[in-house]
């Protein structure tokens, strides 16, 4: 320690260079006027594959943006390094504003929100008849999502020589819900993929499905040159089967037309995030009835006072709609195995 003796003056005192200190603060953001626009495509451990005029680029999330993540789907902007060379690395320095969000928790307990794909335009709900047996509450809570979210929902059934569709369809055509039926024998001949594939032209479409579904095995037959692995197999006691995706992946459709993303394989789907008021809304048909219902009416058929049972009573709506309704927004309050 040094001493200054009794009486110290300012020449005694050494001060330290402080060099943040130094630097004027500012509150600026750069511009980044010459940042490219690109889409997110995969996001694997802090770095994440973008589309940049045709090229893929691993590119990092620029400090700057804080906490705010992007994922596959997201629009972007980015500088740096864009030739997407090898070892070469650019900075997103903007995300674009969402058109949708397909978002889940891993339970309905969990606060933690989990963006699995944005900007997607349509959720594909896939879903074996047989091995393993269909989950209808799985479906009931995907396309809860997908209504919350912005995203048009398909019903995408597999494996129908094991089992027939009807029984399953018979509950979700009062829904309206578009569905495309294939077999085994139709996948690996190819007819699977081309009736799927006309449903998905022009869009971005988002594939969902626990293991063991042959929702991997659809994609590869979807983008053929893109195959991802498909190791996984069903087991014979739970019906469940081993998680083959273990991230999800934007790939292009070999016409050009169109976008399919491939995410992991879920074995729950939580709502956590998801406002049950918001539900109604992908019922145009019911929507107007609740007009006057009475304020914070649930319109879970267990309020006395909801309009809803006396508009569909005059004939507005086909009492089967307002059944969907309400089972939908059940499964906020049930496990998919209930």
């Known amino acids: 320690m040094r001493r200054y003796g009794k009486n110290p003056d300012e020449d005694d005192i050494r001060v330290r260079p402080n060099?943040?200190?130094?630097?004027?603060?500012?509150?600026?953001?750069?511009?980044?006027?010459?940042?490219?626009?690109?889409?997110?495509?995969?996001?694997?451990?802090?770095?994440?594959?973008?589309l940049v005029d045709g090229r893929a680029?691993?590119?990092?999330?620029?400090?700057?943006?804080?906490?705010?993540?992007?994922?596959?789907?997201?629009?972007?902007s980015l500088v740096g390094d864009l030739s997407g060379e090898k070892d070469t690395l650019a900075r997103i320095v903007r995300i674009g504003a969402r058109t949708s969000v397909l978002r889940?928790?891993?339970?309905?307990?969990?606060?933690?929100?989990?963006?699995v794909v944005a900007n997607a335009d349509q959720l594909a709900i896939v879903t074996a008849l047989a091995d393993p047996e269909p989950r209808p509450r799985m479906i009931d809570r995907c396309l809860v999502a997908a209504y919350d979210g912005g995203l048009t929902p398909l019903l995408v059934l597999?494996?129908?020589?094991?089992?027939?569709?009807?029984?399953?369809l018979e509950a979700y055509t009062p829904l309206g819900v578009p569905y495309v039926v294939t077999s085994r024998e139709e996948l690996e001949n190819g007819d699977a993929a081309g009736r799927v594939r006309e449903l998905l032209n022009d869009r971005v479409t988002a594939f969902v499905g626990h293991s063991g579904v042959g929702k991997t095995t659809l994609v590869n037959a979807l983008v053929p040159k893109d195959r991802r692995r498909t190791t996984g197999v069903v087991?014979?006691?739970?019906?469940?089967?081993?998680?083959?995706?273990?991230?999800?992946?934007?790939?292009?459709?070999?016409?050009g037309r169109g976008w399919v993303v491939d995410t992991p394989g879920v074995r729950s789907f939580g709502l956590h995030h998801v406002d049950p008021s918001r539900v109604i809304n992908a019922f145009p048909d019911l929507q107007p009835g609740t007009e006057n219902c009475p304020r914070g009416c649930t319109h879970d058929g267990q309020e006395p006072e909801?309009?809803?049972?006396?508009?569909?009573?005059?004939?507005?709506a086909d009492p089967a709609r307002l059944d969907s309704l309400r089972r939908l927004l059940s499964t906020r309050e049930r496990r998919e195995g209930d």
Do not use: I, Y
């Open 104 to 115: 889940r928790t891993a339970d309905d307990d969990d606060p933690f929100e989990r963006v």
């Open 57 to 76: 680029v691993t590119a990092m999330k620029a400090r700057e943006l804080g906490r705010k993540a992007a994922v596959v789907g997201d629009r972007v």
């Open 19 to 50: 060099p943040k200190g130094n630097r004027p603060r500012t509150h600026t953001r750069p511009k980044h006027e010459d940042a490219q626009d690109g889409m997110v495509l995969t996001v694997d451990r802090g770095r994440l594959t973008c």
């Open 306 to 316: 909801c309009a809803l049972d006396a508009w569909v009573t005059e004939g507005h």
């Open 235 to 255: 087991n014979a006691v739970t019906g469940r089967g081993r998680h083959t995706t273990t991230s999800a992946l934007a790939l292009p459709l070999p016409d």
């Open 158 to 168: 597999t494996k129908s020589d094991l089992a027939s569709a009807d029984k399953l």
